[in-house]
């Protein structure tokens, strides 16, 4: 008898033998050997954090969870998607879209942080997504923040790597969902900044229509969860969003987002400037 490394996995091996009319064929000698593989992969689709107290959204889990990891559809893409899929942040600090913007212009002087839509980056020669993170850490990815605004629109998001693509069933719930937030509701999309409620535990009342009707109602919004750079993306140029034709970027004024949403309160009065006042939008009656 031996041992062997399979996958990180020390399993012990035995060799087919015969003892007095007992067999141990090399077929069950290869199931059993392949068991810790088939455990160790179902096991890393699983969505987990490496904190031991995620601040999730709620802490039930959806169906996304047990078949879509925080990598996501990994490739280019994979640490970018992690950072996407983190609950770890804590310590919220204030934001504000200027603040956000000023970001923008910090990363558009460092050269060796590459982003920009791979056919439309006209802001840099190198096009994301950034795998090295570090530099982006320095900045405040990974930071817990909390911004006010109003919501400019909402769109429910379709297949993305980030959440496995194809993957996993074309359904709402199993896609982010896209929210533009604005200082004030007369501005246009390109001055404002995204936030994302991602699939992973989110509350099954988080609607695009439900956030839509927020921003109806012209009231203020407060976001809460982590400050992370979407390096896929290119914001947009003189008012306006890249395009090509028939593609266009997102509209938005920095690629510094909120994502993923730890919280998002509503401001029912219209005024909760004492920090007083402000409305889970679960509990929100419209």
Not at 206 to 227: I, M, S
Request: hydrophobic share 35%; with cysteine; glycine share 10%.
């Amino acid at each position: 008898m031996g041992q062997t490394a399979v996958n990180g996995v020390v399993v012990s091996t035995m060799a087919a033998f015969e003892n007095k009319g007992s067999r141990v064929s090399r077929r069950s000698f290869c199931i059993c050997l392949l068991l810790p593989i088939f455990f160790a992969s179902v096991s890393g689709n699983a969505f987990g954090q490496s904190c031991p107290h995620p601040n999730y959204p709620t802490a039930t889990p959806t169906a996304i969870d047990s078949s879509c990891g925080p990598q996501g559809s990994g490739g280019d893409e994979a640490t970018q998607n992690e950072a996407k899929n983190s609950f770890c942040a804590s310590g919220a600090k204030l934001m504000t879209i200027a603040g956000m913007v000023s970001l923008q212009a910090q990363v558009e002087k460092d050269t060796s942080i590459p982003f920009g839509n791979s056919e439309l980056h006209p802001l840099t020669n190198t096009p994301g997504p950034a795998k090295d993170r570090k530099p982006l850490q320095a900045l405040g990815e990974g930071d817990e923040v909390v911004l006010t605004g109003f919501v400019k629109i909402s769109r429910q998001e379709g297949a993305e790597s980030v959440n496995c693509g194809d993957n996993v069933p074309n359904n709402p719930a199993d896609h982010d969902i896209h929210i533009s937030i604005v200082a004030s509701p007369t501005d246009q999309e390109c001055t404002g900044v995204v936030v994302e409620m991602i699939p992973h535990h989110r509350p099954a009342s988080w609607t695009p229509d439900l956030v839509n009707a927020a921003g109806t109602a012209k009231l203020p919004v407060r976001v809460t969860g982590q400050l992370m750079f979407d390096s896929s993306h290119t914001p947009c140029v003189n008012g306006k969003p890249v395009t090509t034709t028939g593609a266009s970027d997102p509209a938005r004024s920095s690629l510094w987002e909120v994502h993923a949403i730890y919280k998002f309160e509503v401001c029912p009065q219209g005024n909760c400037s004492s920090g007083s006042g402000w409305v889970p939008i679960e509990d929100w009656k419209q």
